[in-house]
């Protein structure tokens, strides 16, 4: 798709994030004449960090219940006392640090995936192009895990049986 940079305005970074969400044809026009991606940076960055603020309580609960069923099967895990196990859940707050780099790394694997793509198609897209798109396409993974946080917020730690439900989930596609 070839886009005449004199037809497309150069639109400012956040209303490019908010386009691609509402209006990603346009979006990803003016991103492909303008990659911008510094309000995608920010925003992919804070509403995770955000969110997982607000998940911590459930995270630790969820700890907590598998920890007690690895014991069943885990002799290390079996001879911990519960005040060892609480110790581990208490690390929950600062994995908080994984967020940021999980950010870069995916975008930037995204990036490298969808060059390959790009240069299997002979497309005309540099890195710079796909760079902006992917970032602004995690902007997505920040809104889902507001969206998660909300729920989990909404229910409250202790009504999250993930893994039980997951697996009878499971069993159904077996």
């Not at 005040?83 to 994995?95: E, G, N, Y």
């Amino acid at each position: 798709m070839a886009v005449d940079s004199s037809e497309m305005p150069h639109g400012n970074g956040l209303s490019t994030v908010i386009d691609t969400i509402v209006s990603p044809k346009e979006a990803f026009e003016r991103l492909a004449v303008s990659p911008t991606w510094g309000w995608a940076l920010i925003i992919s960055l804070v509403l995770p960090v955000a969110a997982y603020f607000v998940m911590i309580p459930a995270i630790q609960h969820g700890m907590i219940g598998d920890l007690a069923k690895q014991a069943a099967t885990n002799p290390q895990i079996a001879q911990m006392t519960p005040a060892q196990r609480a110790k581990i859940t208490s690390f929950v707050p600062f994995f908080v640090v994984i967020a940021p780099p999980g950010v870069f790394f995916f975008v930037f694997l995204q990036t490298i995936v969808m060059s390959i793509f790009n240069a299997i198609g002979k497309g005309r897209a540099g890195f710079a192009n796909l760079w902006a798109a992917s970032m602004n396409i995690c902007v997505l993974y920040g809104i889902g895990q507001i969206v998660t946080a909300i729920v989990v917020f909404l229910r409250g730690p202790g009504s999250l049986t993930l893994r039980p439900k997951c697996n009878a989930v499971c069993r159904l596609w077996h």
